[in-house]
Antibody, heavy 119, light 111 residues
Framework: EVQLVQSGAEVKKPGESLKISCKGSGYSFSNHWIGWVRQMPGKGLEWMGIIYPVDSDTRYSPSLQGHVTISADKSINTAYLQWSSLKASDTAMYYC????????????WGQGTLVTVSS | QSVLTQPPSVSGAPGQRVTISCTGSSSNIGAGYDVHWYQQLPGTAPKLLIYISINRPSGVPDRFSGSKSGTSASLAITGLQAEDEADYYCQSFDINLSAWVFGGGTKLTVL
């Protein structure tokens, strides 16, 4: 069974750093792109970026590039999303999702990680 | 402002048919990129509902169907049930942005 399990909820202060994770199981992790999707409170889905674990080829949303870093460790089947300096506007639910091998949709999703940034 | 435009809300009575539209442009749906649909039940992660415009993953009832024409796509739900009350999102790829793009989402209310 394909599963993506994300790390737990985080509460941080503005300016702090953070790295959240997404661990895949039940499939060949290295051979599927993993994307990250943001959902701000009461809002819709926003694609942030995507990584191919086998070679760490990474693409970012033009609106978010430079503010977040996406990485992966294929040896432990885990992808990461990190911030070096959080802002209050980063408060959101973050989902990782596996890209379907024969298309550009996301076929399996993690349960989400809620990040709250507040002073 | 989402690249793909959806109506904010639709509603229907149990048993009825509703459709949700997704309007794009020549740089995404009109450029031939596939359209996919997701269902997000309250408090849960999105779930793939329709992929490559018309295909249903196993386990998705055939009450859900998708179509695509030109720069637009539609999701149809027949035989509405209370459990269908959720937010629905379309998604495609935009060649000008080099980005995966989502619609703004449509809240379905079952009356």
């Amino acid at each position: 069974e394909v599963q993506l399990v994300q790390s737990g909820a985080e509460v941080k202060k503005p300016g702090e750093s953070l790295k959240i994770s997404c661990k895949g199981s039940g499939y060949s992790f290295s051979n599927h792109w993993i994307g990250w999707v943001r959902q701000m409170p009461g809002k819709g889905l926003e694609w942030m970026g995507i990584i191919y674990p086998v070679d760490s080829d990474t693409r970012y949303s033009p609106s978010l590039q430079g503010h977040v870093t996406i990485s992966a460790d294929k040896s432990i089947n885990t992808a990461y999303l990190q911030w070096s300096s959080l802002k209050a506007s980063d408060t959101a639910m973050y989902y990782c999702a596996r890209r379907y091998s024969r298309g550009d949709n996301f076929d399996y999703w993690g349960q989400g990680t809620l990040v709250t940034v507040s002073s | 402002q989402s690249v793909l435009t959806q109506p904010p809300s639709v509603s229907g009575a149990p048993g009825q048919r509703v459709t949700i539209s997704c309007t794009g442009s020549s740089s995404n749906i009109g450029a031939g990129y596939d359209v996919h649909w997701y269902q997000q039940l309250p408090g849960t992660a999105p779930k793939l509902l329709i992929y490559i415009s018309i295909n249903r993953p196993s386990g998705v009832p055939d009450r859900f169907s998708g179509s695509k024409s030109g720069t637009s796509a539609s999701l149809a739900i027949t035989g509405l049930q209370a459990e269908d009350e959720a937010d629905y999102y379309c998604q495609s790829f935009d060649i000008n942005l080099s980005a995966w793009v989502f619609g703004g989402g449509t809240k379905l209310t079952v009356l």
